[in-house]
């Protein structure tokens, strides 16, 4: 039986792992434009110095706080930044309301920090974790085609 599949692969991850270490170009992280769209409740919009354009609901900044305790849990459930918690299957299930904040402030000059309507508001968002999980369609839709698509 042979392992190449499994030093490949781990090679492969190495690379992937020092391509997400790499820091990203100032103007890529350099927001002009930051849409907080409370009254709508739909998300968080924000222009970038390169031109992009990236978009997060709500639920997904909820979902993808950076702070220790919900990165942890994330880890223990081994869930992705923005992936929500699994729910119990229930007959008849709880409604829960759709995470929105009540307000959003600046962090000095490079991170926004949200005030949740759950009481949860200990998450700092940099520009930069924002930009690297970037929700736009064009972002999502490359890195469904990285991570494992069938051949
Ligand atoms: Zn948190
Ligand atoms: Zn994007």
């Known amino acids: 039986m042979s392992h190449e599949g499994i030093r490949i692969s781990s090679k492969e991850q190495k690379v992937r792992e020092a391509e997400e270490n790499q820091p990203l170009p100032r103007i890529a992280v350099t927001p002009e434009k930051v849409r907080v769209l409370l009254t709508e409740g739909k998300g968080m919009e924000i222009d970038w110095a390169d031109g992009h354009k990236s978009k997060w609901s709500f ?80 972002c999502a839709f490359a890195g469904s085609e990285t991570s494992g698509a069938p051949n």
């Not at 600046?106 to 949860?120: K, S």
């Open 59 to 138: 639920a997904w900044l909820r979902a993808a706080c950076p702070c220790a305790t919900c990165e942890q849990e994330r880890k223990a459930e081994g869930r992705a930044p923005g992936q929500p918690q699994p729910r119990p299957a229930e007959l008849l299930p709880m409604y829960t309301p759709p995470a929105k904040p009540a307000s959003a402030q600046p962090v000095g000059r490079y991170a926004i920090q949200f005030n949740w309507l759950d009481g949860h508001a200990s998450g700092i968002y940099s520009w930069d974790y924002l930009r690297r999980n970037c929700q736009c369609q064009e």
